[in-house]
């Protein structure tokens, strides 16, 4: 559907505002979302119970949301499933960091208007009014490492009327930046994927300490000791420092160039050092698989070892890891699977052949290792602070430790997943790390707000996007919808007969509609899936939807 302007020659303004009329009837819009035309980032929408407009693309990446989820109030972007409360563009879901703007909406003789400021229309994003910080409050909030949730975490408390000191505390030399860049773009400036430049936080007085890592938590005392000898009394504390790559257990593992891949300056110095050269990644995890594909045509060879049949296998199942496994073999990447690295070989202190447990040689300038993860918690060890088995800080819905005024969010910890039944474990994703922090924060305010989420990400492999929403672990069959062979596929994944998670490729917005499902609380069962698209679109998406016919 088009948009016209009142008038015929130009949109009508009102100071440095103008209003444009959207052609289709009142009753039309009242089901759809469309584009502003000539590039504007304006959109009406429908719901119960009236029309609304607002930003028409998704400020964390620039879908179009004409092609999202509708449900209730809730759009949710079809790509990495952020969501927008369609009344007042404010986030509901994360990746975005920002809102949408919202406009004025009117309705004449069946016709309606859309009433915006110019420069609203020149940008889909908008940020909440945040507090400052009053000097007559001498409360402080902590924040231990420098990710996803510290972040959201810092913004919301001032959003929701902090106005204590907040501290940010990273062990890197960088504002917070987005870490998921980092494998699908080796060559980033770190400068380029700031999430919020340094003017940001002095802006909304929050204090960011870089280059400064905890190395204990005195809770009794309320306070954090760093490596450099000083320490920082706090009333809140937030543990959210991550996770830190498993080492590679071998001879040799500590030769040059043999990297992990963890901040801005080791995804250069890989670029730099694998480039032209023969490299070996050990481990087909999301980082490896990534590595993979963006140095297809860098590298001069690549090996990817890999100790299950199949990438992704844990995660995504045999099915899609075939499939990714396929769309890299066709760049020339080989794949050594049911393999492992019993030794690294060099010269002169710089790795040249990695030695699989088979015996088989591979040529080796640069080794690149992604086996996985663990909490980074070693600094919490020996305090009262309960960790699971792994070093996991055990929290609650609340992101409560089991500490008073202790807070943990992101990979660092292990929390109940609904879809899981309330079993706790971690799940290393940046939109769940934006979730705890948000909810950290309400809960730092006694707002007693629990986390409602559904786990959502996406990976990409030469230029295209896996999507994943759900948690899928425990699975034990799957249902495929659509071909797994031409790379375009739905795959739900089953537990106990029921969907638990589901992931696609090319098939947008399917697994915004399943994560919709299950946010609602939706009980999908294996035969519900098998059906025909036709009955799953209807049983993921109410009567009022974002049309995906558009504009």
């Known amino acids: 559907m088009a948009a016209r302007t009142r008038h015929p020659d130009a949109a009508r303004r009102r100071g440095r505002t103008c209003t444009s009329e959207l052609s289709g009837s009142e009753t039309e819009r009242r089901s759809s979302l469309s584009e502003h035309p000539r ?8 719901g119960r119970g009236g ?64 009433t915006a400021r110019r420069k609203d229309l020149e940008s889909s994003r908008w940020l909440k009014d945040m507090s400052k910080r009053c000097g007559l409050n001498q409360t402080t909030a902590l924040l231990l490492g420098g990710g996803p949730a510290s972040l959201v975490c810092a913004e919301t408390l001032r959003q929701e009327g902090f106005t204590g000191r907040i501290i940010m505390v990273t062990k890197e030399r960088h504002v917070p930046y987005n870490r998921t860049r980092l494998s699908k773009d080796m060559g980033v400036r770190a ?13 909304h007085d929050i204090e960011v300490w870089t280059e400064k890592e905890a190395v204990s938590i005195d809770t009794k005392g309320q306070k954090a000791q760093f490596k450099d000898g000083s320490s920082q009394r706090y009333d809140q504390l937030l543990i959210a420092t991550g996770s830190r790559p498993k080492l590679l257990k071998c001879p040799g593992a500590d030769l040059r160039n043999v990297r992990f891949l963890q901040t801005v300056e080791d995804a250069n110095q890989i670029l730099e050092l694998a480039t032209g050269k023969r490299l070996v990644i050990v481990g087909a995890s999301f980082i490896g698989m990534e590595v993979a594909s963006f140095l297809s045509h860098k590298a001069r060879t690549i090996s990817v070892v890999e100790k299950e049949a199949v990438p992704f296998q844990k995660a995504l199942g045999p099915q899609v890891g075939q499939v990714a496994m396929k769309m890299l073999q066709g760049q020339g990447v080989k794949f050594y699977m049911k393999s492992q ?86 799940i290393y994703h940046w939109q769940v790390a934006q979730a705890h922090g948000h909810v950290a924060a309400l809960n730092m305010l006694q707002k007693q707000s629990p986390l409602h989420t559904v786990p959502f990400f996406w990976t990409v492999l ?60 939706k009980v999908i069962s294996k035969e519900e899936a098998e059906g025909s698209w036709t009955a799953w679109l209807e049983l993921s998406q109410p009567e009022s939807t974002a049309a995906e016919r558009g504009s």
């Not at 590039?39 to 429908?46: K, P």
């Not at 400068?191 to 802006?203: G, K, M, N, Q």
């Open 39 to 46: 590039g504007e980032e304006a959109g009406a929408l429908g």
């Open 51 to 114: 029309l609304w407009a607002l930003g028409s693309r998704c400020p964390h990446a620039g879908a179009p949301l004409c092609q999202g989820v509708l449900k209730g109030d809730r759009l949710r972007c079809p790509w990495h499933g952020a969501c927008f409360n369609i009344k007042t563009g404010d986030i509901e879901e994360y990746p975005t960091l920002d809102c949408l703007p919202s406009f004025q909406v009117t309705v004449e003789d069946g016709k309606v208007f859309i």
């Open 191 to 203: 400068e380029s994927i700031y999430l919020r430049p340094p003017e940001f936080f002095t802006a």
């Open 341 to 426: 690295v019993s030794e690294l070989r060099g010269e002169d202190g710089k790795v040249t052949e990695a030695i699989l447990d088979s015996g088989k040689q591979l040529p080796a300038d640069v080794v690149v290792v992604g086996i996985g993860v663990s909490p980074a918690s070693e600094f919490l060890k020996g305090s009262p602070i309960a960790l699971d088995a792994r070093g996991a800080v055990l929290v609650d819905l609340l992101m409560k430790t089991n500490v008073p005024s202790i807070f943990a969010a992101g990979d660092v910890v292990a929390f109940p997943v609904a879809l899981l039944g309330g079993e706790r474990t971690s």
């Open 462 to 521: 030469l230029g295209m996007s896996i999507r994943y929403a759900g948690s899928g672990k425990g699975f034990t069959e799957t249902v495929v919808k659509g071909s797994l062979e031409e790379q375009k596929f739905v795959i739900f994944y089953i537990k106990d007969g029921y969907v638990t998670a589901a992931a696609s490729l090319k098939c947008d917005p399917i697994v915004a509609m399943v994560a919709e499902a299950l946010y609602a609380g």
